[in-house]
């Protein structure tokens, strides 16, 4: 069963940057997508960046693009978000997810770390 656990989320100043941290468990992550999606207060869950575990290829929402940066440690089976240039915007709950290739849907969800940047 897969297992991951954020961490790295806190309080930070607009302009200010932040590394968030999924730790992955459970299985072998080969063949997989790995991804950080978030949900602000009173939105809908939003998709922000993904990574393929195996070639690292990376891909993210418009709104982040040149801000934030996905990447991947295999040795450690850890994924991190580095976010710069934080804005008011970018205040929700960070959750990690993870889907194989051959699915649609992702699979596998984090419990969250919370994200609040201040003007």
């Known amino acids: 069963q897969v297992q991951l656990v954020e961490s790295g989320g806190g309080l930070v100043q607009a302009g200010g940057s932040l590394r968030l941290s999924c730790a992955a468990s459970g299985r072998t992550f080969s063949g997989y997508h790995m991804g950080w999606f978030r949900r602000a207060p009173g939105k809908e869950r939003e998709f922000v960046a993904g990574i393929r575990w195996n070639s690292g290829s990376t891909y993210y929402a418009d709104s982040v693009k040149g801000r934030f940066t996905i990447s991947r440690d295999k040795s450690k089976n850890t994924v991190y978000l580095q976010m710069n240039s934080l804005k008011p915007e970018d205040t929700a709950v960070y959750y990690c997810?993870?889907?194989?290739?051959?699915?649609?849907?992702?699979?596998?969800w984090g419990q969250g770390t919370q994200v609040t940047v201040s003007s």
């Open positions: 997810a993870s889907r194989a290739n051959s699915d649609y849907s992702w699979t596998s």
